[in-house]
């Protein structure tokens, strides 16, 4: 289990003091695959670093396993760091070296024997699918094929968490969905324990089981992912959950009252929903906006319906909806956000 | 001038010269060379990787006092003229190899000349390394020995290469003034020969070796170096 307590960390600059980021607290249990997202600038790659000491908090604590690693000295560190192992945006590896002399690279760090080090290569090799380019140069290999034998080398010292910063974001969509599947199939074999820092909502859709939504350098909402995506409440979460901007035009209003419908997971793809409720119930809604998308055949998203009508109309409206599974319903009176 | 230049008398006393003297004037260029390049290298690598590895963000950060005075002292060392130079280390000279005169001899300014030179080579060559593979390096858990033997010296190898090639044509140019102390090579041949006597034919001919040798040095120091370039696609 890793513990972020009251973190907090800032830079001297010319321009003053920056605070990357600010009170931070978050739990992450051992086998969860836990995103961090936010806007570039948001603090997340400062935190993951924090995470592995790499930076070193100006206040709180990161605790693994109940240790608290900030107060560990460098030697002591280097060995939590062979348990705490990390892949990089730009793969970072090692170009005069072969790709099994990267993998092996860790382990003789940590002075395992050269035969003992080949041999547990060759196998992650096996593991990351590319057991045939042993004696090829990472220039020679494509961009997901060279983030393969970095996550193959972050393997080497058998660790309990991976940190991914921003792994797939210098991957075309085909490519980090494979990868993302790669570093699923490691969670779940290996129960590794694995943070993913990412920008792209899609990353955090496609395997996260909780996610953290950072701005600013704070963390504004957390939970599961299901939850928060479907029901952002933050600015930031919604501005990450609809990056059009599409929540903006409801500042505007046109005289009709508005009725925030959030689908969590509602098997709503299947019922005409808005189409029912005007047969049914007689009342005619106009859909001001919508961002909904569907995981497996479930709808997560929010719609803004446009009502025109006395109070009358409106609550028999959201009694109606309210009236289906996995919906939440709620008016809304004022400013977004 | 120019039947002069050609004259027989001139072309038999060149040819003997040719012949008998200038063999060992090549041995002995590139001998002093090569052990004088050696030796700076020696010397310079690691206060290059110092002048890397020590600073305020590097990997071994070491006081800034310390980082003054060796940054002092390079400079210094590379600000004094060769000629110079070679006449001020004569005590040094003397002391290390008990003579000031002589070929082997000569070695000892070319090496305090040159070293300070090929520290700063070696300085840009290692801050060609990518900062985030020296993170990378971190962050598994490397102590800042490895980082420099395993990452920043291997990970720079081709630049380097090409930068003690710049190194060696320099340090050979440097040799051939040595001949003013007595060093001995191409550059005793061309100064006794062409400026003391004369023979202009005679340094005509070492000049021309200097410039082969200067252009074998480089094309070998170049091929090495993208040889060992793993950067380069299908450089297997």
């Not at chain 1, 997340?44 to 605790?63: A, D, F, H, Q, Y």
């Not at chain 2, 120019?2 to 008398?9: G, Q, W």
């Not at chain 2, 080579?121 to 990518?130: I, P, W």
Request: glycine share 8%; charged share 20%; aromatic share 6%.
């Amino acid at each position: 289990m890793i513990e972020i307590k009251n973190l907090s960390k800032s830079f001297q600059t010319a321009d003053g003091t920056v605070e990357a980021l600010k009170n931070v607290n978050l739990t992450i249990q051992d086998g969860d695959i836990y995103g961090i997202i936010g806007m570039s600038g948001a603090g997340k790659s400062t935190l993951v670093r924090c995470i592995n000491m790499l930076e070193r908090p100006t206040e709180g604590t990161v605790l693994i396993d109940g240790c608290d690693i900030g107060s560990l000295s460098e030697i002591d560190l280097r060995s939590v760091r062979r348990e705490v192992t990390m892949i990089f945006q730009g793969f970072n590896l090692l170009m005069q070296r072969t790709c099994l002399k990267n993998i092996c690279f860790p382990l003789e760090l940590s002075g395992v024997n050269k035969e003992e080090a080949k041999k547990r290569a060759l196998e992650l090799l096996d593991v990351v699918g590319l057991p045939d380019k042993a004696n090829a140069y990472p220039a020679q290999l494509s961009g997901g094929q060279q983030q393969r034998i970095a996550i193959a080398r972050a393997l080497a010292t058998e660790p309990k968490v991976l940190l991914c910063d921003e792994a797939t974001s210098a991957l075309d969509p085909k490519t980090t969905h494979s990868i993302l599947e790669l570093i699923r199939d490691i969670n779940e074999r290996l129960g590794i324990t694995v943070i993913i820092i990412t920008h792209q909502m899609s990353v955090v859709e496609e395997i996260c089981t909780h996610v953290a939504i950072l701005d600013e350098g704070e963390v504004v909402e957390e939970g599961a992912v299901s939850t928060v995506f479907s029901s952002p409440k933050s600015r930031a979460a919604k501005r990450l959950v609809f990056p059009d901007g599409a929540e903006e035009i409801l500042t505007e209003n046109r005289g009709e009252r508005r009725i925030r419908v959030v689908f969590n997971g509602a098997l709503a793809t299947r019922t005409p929903l808005i189409a029912r409720m005007a047969m049914e119930q007689q009342i005619a809604a106009s859909i001001l906006s919508a961002s909904t998308r569907s995981i497996g055949d479930k709808a997560y998203g929010n719609m803004l319906l446009g009502i025109t009508g006395d109070d009358e109309v409106v609550g028999r409206a959201m009694d109606y909806l309210q009236g289906i599974e996995d919906i939440l319903v709620e008016e809304v009176t004022d400013h977004v956000g | 001038m120019l039947d002069k230049l050609f004259s027989p008398e001139v072309i038999e006393e060149t040819l003997w010269i040719v012949q008998y003297e200038i063999p060992l004037a090549i041995w002995e260029t590139i001998y002093v060379t090569v052990l004088a390049t050696a030796f700076a290298v020696i010397l310079g690598l690691p206060l290059g990787v110092l002048l890397v590895v020590g600073e305020k963000n590097g990997v071994l950060p070491l006081p800034k006092s310390a980082m003054h005075v060796l940054n002092i002292v390079i400079n210094l060392l590379r600000s004094i003229p060769f000629l110079i130079l070679m006449i001020m280390v004569i005590p040094l000279t003397r002391l290390i190899v008990g003579t000031s005169v002589g070929t082997l001899a000569s070695i000892v300014p070319l090496v305090i000349a040159a070293f300070p030179f090929v520290a700063r080579l070696v300085e840009s060559s290692l801050r060609e390394v990518n900062p985030n593979i020296i993170e990378m390096a971190q962050s598994m858990g490397a102590s800042p020995f490895q980082i420099i033997v395993k990452v920043l010296i291997p990970e720079s190898v081709p630049s380097l290469l090409s930068n003690f090639t710049i190194a060696i044509t320099t340090i050979l140019g440097y040799s051939a003034m040595s001949g003013i102390i007595g060093g001995g090579g191409l550059g005793k041949i061309a100064i006794n020969y062409g400026y003391y006597r004369y023979k202009y034919l005679v340094m005509l001919i070492a000049v021309v070796l200097l410039i082969l040798l200067v252009q074998v040095f480089q094309s070998v120091g170049t091929r090495l170096a993208t040889k060992s370039d793993k950067r380069l696609k299908g450089g297997r």
